[in-house]
């Protein structure tokens, strides 16, 4: 008989190997072993090839519809805002704070045409309009909770449709569709050079308890790709002073940066980790946008003070 501690062949004297256990797992072929790596996330904690294809599709269909058919573009942000204001809303009332969605939904609407047809006026007086209707809505429904409810909306229309919007202000202006493309490429910059050098060479967090991943080292990269691209375009696609390509690089990378880390602490106040999984590789809407949103004001207001034409006073001289 075998000891309890001895294999059956060890104690039968034959000296033979002890069989395969079967409850072992079977090997992986080579097939699933590599289709098993693919699947493994990127150091960024993403389907770095759906990633880069949804964010293809995306840039060139807002590019598409910004030189062809600018009430398309119009459209276009149209959608962002509203599947935007959908994301934040249910992420609130996730944490019990009621957002009504209907109006948010109205406004996302409203604020983009609004910009597109009356420019900055017609967006103030929508926004006001906005969160008049945010207001009625309310208290329709009831006073419980009716306070919290309106600040909560009314953040969500000021960080959504309203920064958003200004994407077609810009697009109004002399040269416009040519500057929303600059903005965007800039923010595409700003992603692509912060995330090589920071997956490769980030060590120093810049805020861990709000965005562990993103490093002072990643931070640089953007500013010093930002700063190639901005001055590239600067001279190529407005045929303006290189110099100019600095602080329009440099404000844009900021903005960007800031509206990352302003949905970052959002998510983590909130306890979640994406806003929703509608866009594969990137969570959702606003996990997209949240560069994109802050970057559009600075890239108006910039372009007001240092190219020319903008409101016809302020910029550089015509040559």
């Known amino acids: 008989m075998p000891t309890p501690t001895q294999p059956d062949g060890a104690a039968s004297g ?17 097939r699933q072993l ?18 880069i294809g949804v964010g293809f599709v995306l840039l060139a269909a807002v590019l598409l519809g910004l030189f062809f058919v600018p009430l398309a573009f119009v459209g276009i942000v149209a959608v962002f805002a509203v599947v935007g204001s959908w994301e934040v809303s249910r992420a609130l009332m996730a944490a019990k704070t ?3 969605l209907p109006p948010l939904a109205v406004a996302g609407i409203v604020l983009p045409f609004s910009a597109y047809l009356g420019g900055a006026e017609a967006l103030g007086f929508a926004l006001a309009g906005s969160v008049l209707l945010v207001l009625v809505w309310r208290i329709v429904e009831g006073a419980a909770g009716a306070f919290r409810s309106v600040v909560a909306s009314t953040f969500v229309l000021l960080w959504v449709p309203f920064l958003i919007s200004f994407a077609i202000l810009l697009m109004l202006e002399d040269r416009g569709r040519t500057l929303v493309a600059v903005v965007l490429l800039l923010v595409v910059a700003n992603d692509t050079f912060g995330y090589l050098v920071g997956a490769s060479l980030g060590k120093h ?41 600095i602080p329009l690089a440099l404000a844009t990378v900021a903005a960007a940066t800031a509206g990352d ?7 983590r106040e909130l306890g979640i980790k994406d806003m929703s999984n509608l866009l594969p590789g990137h969570g959702g809407v606003m996990d997209r946008l949240d560069s994109v949103v802050f970057s559009f004001p600075i890239g108006y207001i910039l372009s007001v003070l240092l190219l020319p034409g903008v409101d016809g006073t302020i910029g550089l001289p015509l040559p």
């Open 34 to 51: 590599r289709d098993q790596r693919a699947a493994k996330p990127s150091r960024a904690g993403r389907d770095l090839p759906a990633a």
């Open 261 to 267: 880390l302003a949905e970052s602490m959002v998510k």
């Open 14 to 30: 034959h000296g033979e190997a002890p069989g395969p256990d079967p409850a072992a797992p079977a090997p992986l072929s080579r």
């Open 205 to 245: 967090p810049m805020a861990p308890k709000i965005s562990p991943k993103k490093s002072w080292e990643g931070f640089a990269g953007s500013c010093l790709g930002a700063i190639v691209v901005g001055i590239a375009c600067i001279v190529f696609m407005l045929d303006r002073p290189w110099w100019i390509g």
């Open 98 to 100: 009621e957002v009504p």
